[in-house]
């Protein structure tokens, strides 16, 4: 009765604090009022922007088909919140409960949700990532700024990275006309997302395309003239090419930085929380009073092994944003766990390609429906004799077939009767996902193990 009568209290007078002013953060500051919590609300934001999509941003923004400004975020409902837009979040004091703002300020909760996201990998050398002419891709601001670019036409693009970001970015390019170049240390594009086989095909797509696609290879230096332009590009196995733009995609980091020291579980793979989105300390013990959602956390899911994942999917920020909501005003019981099924989509080279469960956790692969020849198939993916993924590419139609297999812990290899179309054989064959103890490009989906504080690993660089 007492957890009952002061989650009560929280809805009707307590103090709010929503730090992340993006997809989750809006989501569950909607929610919580949707809900009936009637206290105060703030949200902190370090863009200067009102929350807004991103997955336009490599899309209909970069073909000139829309603008950056067009991209606000649908509003469901008025939430009365007191917004702090354009100041970061620097640091939080879980025994006083507050969070530090940059400009000084200090804002006082009494329930607290981290929302914080991810932010673009920037190039490894300062001097060179501040080349005019090299780009990241990840805020309204940077979608804005390359698309001026490209509208300019430049001579030669060099995208770095072929996950899904890069990828979509050098299709654009070519919707565009404009020469690409993509340079990709994996074997193959998407390789570390959807694995070796899948990844093939992207490339078919690619060079099909006309991008320069070269796989195997890093850039281990862009050069830039006297003007600061940048010129040239020099890659791992000697080349050298002509570039004036270059759009770095090696993923993102999340941003956890302004946690340090904080208590939380907290560091370069996102924040610990239980399934029901609480946060947890550095002893592995779960806090009632803070909340985690969106890419920034990482959460045990019981489909997958209970290992901790972090998603970076659209889906899942407004689905964990929602559930995080609703437990910060309840208890007890009355709490619920966030269980969605990881899901994910991309449109490039003319193919929409969706994805259910989660691939990298795959150690095999069964084409059930299309052929890969004509890039129009379904690839499901088994681990331990379980149903654990689908990838489609246009075929999206069949994923929720798909995903109920992966709820319910079908056999694999499956057995179907009522698909449309059943390739001859339909053996497993190996997935073909790189070690994953090297870093990769595209993976949407991160395991990160069981531990939530991690205390007793570090991560040693792989050598040049």
């Not at 939380?264 to 996102?270: D, E, I, K, M, V």
């Not at 920020?317 to 019981?333: F, P, R, T, Y």
């Not at 139609?397 to 001859?424: G, H, K």
Request: with cysteine.
């Amino acid at each position: 009765m007492a957890a009952d009568g002061a989650a009560q209290e929280f809805r009707r007078h307590g103090r709010a604090v929503v730090v992340g002013a993006s997809l989750a953060g809006l989501r569950a500051a909607e929610a919580l009022r949707e809900g009936g919590f009637t206290g105060s609300l703030t949200v902190i934001g370090d863009e200067r922007h009102d929350p807004y999509d991103r997955p336009p941003l490599s899309k209909q923004v970069l073909l000139g088909r829309i603008s950056a400004d067009d991209t606000a975020l649908p509003r469901r409902r008025a939430i009365d919140a007191r917004w702090r837009l354009g100041v970061a979040a620097t640091g939080l004091d879980l025994a006083e409960r507050r969070v530090r703002l940059a400009d000084g300020e200090e804002v006082e909760f009494d329930r607290l949700l981290i929302a914080t996201g991810a932010r673009a990998r920037p190039w490894f050398r300062e001097t060179e990532a501040a080349l005019d002419g090299v780009f990241v891709l990840r805020t309204r601001d940077d979608a804005a700024r390359l698309t001026r670019r490209l509208s300019a036409g430049p001579r030669r693009v060099l995208v770095v990275g072929a996950g899904f970001t890069g990828s979509e970015i050098a299709s654009a390019c070519r919707e565009r006309g404009l020469e690409v170049t993509v340079a990709e240390r994996g074997p193959a594009p998407l390789a570390g997302a959807l694995g070796g086989v899948v990844g093939a095909i992207a490339a078919e797509l690619q060079r099909g395309h006309g991008v320069d696609l070269r796989c195997g290879i890093t850039v281990t230096s862009l050069e830039g003239d006297m003007a600061g332009r940048l010129r040239r590009a020099h890659l791992s196995d000697g080349a050298v090419l002509d570039v004036d733009v270059a759009v770095i995609g090696l993923g993102a980091i999340r941003n956890t930085e302004w946690l340090a020291g904080s208590g939380l579980a907290a560091g370069p793979r996102g924040i610990a929380c239980d399934a029901g989105c609480r946060a947890f300390d550095v002893h592995g013990i779960v806090t009632d009073d803070v909340f985690v959602a969106g890419d920034v956390a990482r959460s045990p899911h019981p489909l997958f092994g209970y290992q901790f994942l972090s998603l970076e999917h659209w889906g899942n920020a407004v689905a964990q944003a929602e559930v995080a909501a609703h437990n910060m005003i309840s208890s007890g019981l009355d709490r619920r766990p966030h269980l969605w099924v990881p899901a994910f989509w991309s449109a490039q080279f003319g193919v929409n390609i969706k994805s259910v469960g989660v691939p990298p956790l795959g150690d095999e692969l069964v084409v059930t429906q299309g052929a890969l020849a004509e890039h129009r198939f379904v690839a499901a993916y088994g681990s331990q004799g379980r149903f654990i993924a689908a990838v489609a590419f246009d075929q999206a139609r069949w994923l929720d077939f798909y995903r109920v297999l992966i709820e319910s812990a079908a056999p694999f290899p499956p057995v179907f009767t009522n698909v449309d179309r059943r390739p001859e054989g339909m053996r497993p064959v190996p997935a073909d996902f790189p070690d994953p103890s090297l870093p990769t490009h595209g993976p949407t989906v991160t395991l990160s193990g069981y531990s939530p504080s991690e205390r007793r690993l570090s991560f040693t660089p792989a050598r040049a």
